[in-house]
Nanobody, 124 residues
Framework: QEQLVESGGGLVQPGGSLRLSCTAS????????IGWFRQVSGKEREAVSC????????YYRHSVKGRFTISRDNAKKTVYLQMNNLKPEDTAVYYC?????????????????WGQGTQVTVSS
C-alpha cells in the first residue's frame, strides 16, 4: 500500500529555518513526480515545489524561490524541503504528494497520493 509520511514541521520565528522530510513506501514504480504543497484553512491547496524522482528539473512557486530548496535521497526514498528565511505567510499545513506520471505538472489537482500533512507556523 502506497504511503507518504512527512515530518519536520513546527513553530519557528520569522527568518528561521525548517527542513521537512517525506518518506515514500509501497510504490511499485521508482519514477514519478513528487512535491510539496501547502494549505491554509479555507483556501485551496497550492504547490510549493516539485521534482522528479529521476532526472533533473525542479519547480518552485515564485514566492519561495531563493528561500526553499527541494532535494531527494533515492536510496532512502525520501524528499526534503529546506526552508530558509521563513516568513509569516509561509504558515500552513505542508503536504507531500505523488503523481505516478513522472511528467506531471506541479499542480495539487493532478496529484494522486498524499501524506497526512505537517504544520509549519512562522510567528514571533
Amino acid at each position: 500500500q502506497e504511503q507518504l509520511v512527512e515530518s519536520g514541521g513546527g513553530l519557528v520565528q520569522p527568518g528561521g529555518s525548517l527542513r521537512l522530510s517525506c518518506t515514500a513506501s509501497g510504490f511499485t514504480s521508482d519514477n514519478y513526480a513528487i512535491g510539496w504543497f501547502r494549505q491554509v484553512s479555507g483556501k485551496e491547496r497550492e504547490a510549493v515545489s516539485c521534482m522528479r524522482t529521476r532526472g533533473s528539473g525542479t519547480y518552485y512557486r515564485h514566492s519561495v524561490k531563493g528561500r526553499f530548496t527541494i532535494s531527494r535521497d533515492n536510496a532512502k526514498k525520501t524528499v526534503y524541503l529546506q526552508m530558509n528565511n521563513l516568513k509569516p505567510e509561509d504558515t500552513a499545513v505542508y503536504y507531500c504528494g505523488v503523481d505516478l506520471r513522472w511528467y506531471a505538472e506541479c499542480e495539487a489537482g493532478e496529484y494522486d497520493y498524499w501524506g497526512q500533512g505537517t504544520q509549519v507556523t512562522v510567528s514571533s
